[in-house]
């Protein structure tokens, strides 16, 4: 079936450090996709996002990375900081759907 | 401009009731999704408004369901609720199939 999920459930990082988090999609069928930052108790956030005809996009801080030959998506955090700290979310919009499909989520935890 | 807001933010109550939530969708948003967030997991579908109707559905059974006002705001509702419903309902909207913006969730916690 559909499917989104993360390398890496927990990601820990030196405040200053970049972060990537990875993301691996199942549906060839994808053509857009998410990425959302979710704080405790708060509703997912979004952040940037990037459509099947982009490889890269660049937002403040962040990047985009799109790897349509083997179904990978990357969020790339440069000089991470505190704030940062969140659970982040992967999602994918394909086809004729209108629906978001999430993955698990990652949690990034910036050392101080 | 507001965002996506949700109420209530918080509900308890007991296996076998019904309960409604409710979203309003950001100014010039004409679309509301909503999802269901288990503790640990991403979002899962539920279903979609657009233009007053559900535009689509995710896999969940008849016991929800749910409205969109011609304000473009929308209500979920849940029948016979079991335990396993308790989970942080999310709200979404978006113009048609652009960037969905979440609301803060309301808090279902079924006893």
């Known amino acids: 079936g559909e499917s989104v999920g993360l390398h890496l459930p927990t990601l820990s990082v030196q405040e200053g450090d970049n972060s990537i988090i990875n993301c691996a999609y199942s549906?060839?069928?994808?053509?857009?996709f998410i990425w959302y930052k979710q704080e405790s108790g708060k509703g997912p956030q979004f952040i940037i996002d990037?459509?099947?005809?982009?490889d890269k996009r660049q937002g403040q801080r962040v990047t985009v990375l799109l790897n349509k030959t083997v179904k990978h998506l990357s969020l790339q955090i440069a000089a991470t900081q505190p704030g940062d700290s969140a659970v982040y979310f992967c999602?994918?919009?394909?086809?004729?759907?209108?629906?978001?499909?999430f993955g698990t989520g990652t949690l990034l935890a910036v050392q101080p | 401009d507001a965002g996506v807001t949700q109420s209530p933010t918080h509900l308890i109550k007991t296996r076998g009731q019904q309960v409604t939530l409710r979203c309003s969708p950001k100014?010039?948003?004409?679309?509301v999704s909503w999802y269901q967030q288990a503790l640990g997991q991403g979002p899962q579908f539920i279903f979609q408004?657009?233009?007053?109707?559900?535009?689509q559905r995710g896999n969940f059974p008849d016991r929800f369901s749910g409205h969109q006002f011609p304000n473009y705001s929308s209500e979920l509702n849940v029948n016979a609720l079991l335990l396993g419903d308790s989970a942080l309902y999310l709200c979404?909207?978006?113009?048609?199939?652009?960037?969905?913006?979440f609301g803060p969730g309301t808090r279902l916690t079924v006893t």
């Open positions: 979404a909207s978006s113009r048609d199939r652009d960037e969905q913006y």
């Open positions: 549906n060839s069928a994808s053509d857009y």
């Open positions: 990037i459509r099947s005809n982009m």
């Open positions: 999602a994918e919009m394909g086809g004729a759907t209108n629906k978001l499909i």
């Open positions: 100014s010039g948003h004409d679309t």
């Open positions: 408004y657009y233009e007053e109707e559900e535009r």
